[in-house]
């Protein structure tokens, strides 16, 4: 069969499915008493209701003020941590280094914040992807 068979036959199933499907849209709206005006009716007004569909408001609510960011990382609050992981970046012992502080083995630390535990876990994930990646593919083309 040539292609443009093939096409003619595709385009003339999908017009007969749209035309389908427009004909049910067409009785589910009679059977709800819900007029629709043909799209070439220049005697409607541009701004007619129709049926008893609501009135959207699509203006904006007003916005609350931006909250401040602060800039720096939460890990820079505890400068000694912070040096460690510098100093182990890039090597594996930097994953042991992190689990011990992540996980308290001796019951008596009183925690991270959310933030330095945050930064704490996503240095971890970066750290470990660092050193699956061929350095290669780390550095801009």
Request: aromatic share 4%.
């Amino acid at each position: 069969m040539p292609a443009s068979s093939i096409a003619d036959s595709n385009t003339a199933r999908l017009v007969e499915r749209m035309r389908r499907r427009i004909e049910r849209l067409e009785r589910i709206l009679a059977a709800n008493n819900i007029h629709v005006p043909d799209s070439d009716d220049d005697t409607l007004p541009v701004s007619t209701t129709i049926g008893d569909f609501p009135t959207i408001d699509f203006s904006e609510r007003p916005r609350a003020p931006a909250k401040r960011v602060d800039p720096h990382a939460a890990l820079e609050t505890m400068p000694r941590i912070l040096e460690n992981v510098m100093q182990m970046w890039g090597t594996e012992a930097l994953d042991g280094y992190l689990a011990r502080l992540v996980i308290d083995e001796r019951g008596d630390r009183q925690g991270f914040t959310m933030d330095v535990m945050d930064e704490l876990l996503t240095l971890g994930r970066l750290a470990r992807i660092g050193r699956t990646v061929p350095a290669a593919a780390m550095r801009p083309a």
